[in-house]
């Protein structure tokens, strides 16, 4: 099954006309405070620390190393299981004196604009990479669903729209530490709908699997035959622990739209609850792809290629 390319356009269309319905209609002060304010909204909104790395890398490093690819979830569920120690202190520094990110926090402990301009060339140079790489998802993606050869002027379409976005919601304020309502609403809701569509594909690849007449189940369970602690899965969890500061959209979502100590209490035990739930999936779908597709096939996109196929 695929769609035309105006079947897409149409859809993304009105998906991103949504996100900016919700945001717009936050930001007018429709929807009743208690909503807008509510704890679940920020913990909600900490999804998006699950990028397309989440959606698709991890189960391509499912099956390249297993149970290693839990290193992703583990490391950042860790964090906030530990807040008390391991973040209370930032979010202290950066409510008390204002910083509204990691080149101020480094500029205000070591007293140095140059700590602070140097801060934001580094991450500057390594988020560029993580850009292109949800860019390239959805370029792929586009290609799959609709079996275009050339998908990069609408990937660049959506870049453009994500990038009016973050204008109207983002950056239009002048205070960087004034909190944004319109986008951890929608962020908020984002994370609510990238998890539901990952359990879809989860139960339709339990549900195969279950009921036989796949052609490979025993290349299915080789990537998960057995689990050990290599240096791969030592370092991709301390990566996964420095991500909520080193990762810009993390740093903000964290610390500074965080709006009470109670913000911070819920998402202690919910947060890793969602990063859970996000990582029971890769399993099934890794060994369903696996079986139906085999190992020459792609297993980054066996997200899609599941329910396509299906």
């Not at 208690?34 to 990028?51: D, E, F, I, K, N």
């Not at 993606?141 to 990937?155: N, V, W, Y």
């Not at 239009?172 to 990238?194: I, P, W, Y």
């Not at 290349?219 to 500061?245: K, W, Y």
Request: proline share 4%; hydrophobic share 55%.
């Amino acid at each position: 099954m695929v769609y035309s390319v105006s079947d897409l356009i149409l859809i993304a269309g009105c998906y991103l006309l949504f996100l900016f319905a919700v945001a717009w209609i936050t930001e007018r002060g429709w929807l009743p405070a208690h909503w807008v304010r509510h704890p679940a909204v920020y913990v909600l909104s900490l999804g998006v620390y699950a990028s397309a790395w989440a959606v698709y890398g991890s189960v391509g490093y499912a099956y390249q190393y297993g149970y290693n690819f839990l290193s992703y979830f583990l490391g950042i569920s860790g964090v906030f299981l530990l807040a008390p120690i391991l973040l209370a202190p930032i979010l202290r520094l950066t409510t008390t004196y204002q910083l509204s990110s990691l080149a101020d926090l480094f500029a205000f402990r070591y007293r140095s604009r140059l700590a602070g301009a140097m801060t934001t060339i580094i991450m500057l140079i390594g988020v560029l990479p993580l850009l292109a790489l949800q860019l390239k998802a959805v370029a792929e993606s586009i290609q799959i669903l609709s079996g275009t050869a050339d998908p990069r002027d609408l990937a660049a379409g959506f870049c453009l729209m994500m990038v009016i976005f973050a204008i109207l919601f983002g950056t239009r304020q002048s205070d960087a530490t004034r909190h944004n309502s319109g986008l951890m609403r929608v962020l908020a809701l984002e994370a609510v709908l990238k998890l539901a569509a990952l359990v879809a594909v989860a139960i339709l690849s339990v549900f195969l699997l279950v009921q036989g007449g796949l052609p490979d189940r025993e290349l299915a369970t080789q990537p998960f035959d057995r689990f050990s602690v290599s240096e791969r899965f030592l370092t991709m969890t301390l990566l996964s622990t420095a991500a909520i500061v080193c990762l810009p959209r993390q740093f903000h979502v964290a610390m500074i739209e965080r709006q009470g100590q109670k913000d911070l209490d819920t998402a202690r035990w919910v947060f890793p609850l969602y990063m859970l739930l996000t990582s029971l999936v890769v399993v099934p779908i890794a060994m369903a792809g696996l079986s139906l597709f085999g190992a020459a096939a792609q297993p980054d996109l066996f997200v899609l290629d599941l329910p396509l196929e299906q």
